[in-house]
Nanobody, 123 residues
Framework: QVQLVESGGGLVQAGGSLRLSCAAS????????MAWFRQAPGKERLFVGS????????TYADSVKGRFTISRDNAKKSVYLQMNSLKAEDTAVYYC????????????????WGQGTQVTVSS
């Protein structure tokens, strides 16, 4: 099991940028796939993107492709979600999640979760 702590959410105007961070506690991060999900009020939790810790290979949902970038820092044991060209529809609580193995696009495949951080984009 890995403990995850997100930070970096806030209020931003449409077209702006924000970077979310997720600090992970595990000593064996090379085994993990780290993902970002988001959940808007009254809606299901949706896959945003993920990164394979060992290879650095990232995958993105079509809705954020070209605007969001996921990266990781081995020394800081952290994963980042850089969000550019933000839109009002990006408003949601963003969650960091982890699983051992490859990327999956469904939240049920990820056993470990952070507490979430609110991102609000004003139009």
């Amino acid at each position: 099991q890995v403990q995850l702590v997100e930070s970096g959410g806030g209020l931003v105007q449409a077209g702006g940028s924000l970077r979310l961070s997720c600090a992970a506690s595990s000593l064996f991060l090379d085994l993990y796939n780290m993902a970002w999900f988001r959940q808007a009020p009254g809606k299901e939790r949706l896959f945003v993107g993920s990164i394979d810790w060992k290879s650095g290979t990232s995958t993105y949902a079509d809705s954020v492709k070209g605007r969001f970038t996921i990266s990781r820092d081995n020394a800081k044991k952290s994963v980042y979600l850089q969000m550019n060209s933000l839109k009002a529809e990006d408003t949601a609580v963003y969650y960091c999640a982890a699983r051992i193995g490859g990327t999956r696009g469904t939240n049920t495949a990820y056993p470990d979760w952070g507490q979430g951080t609110q991102v609000t984009v004003s139009s």
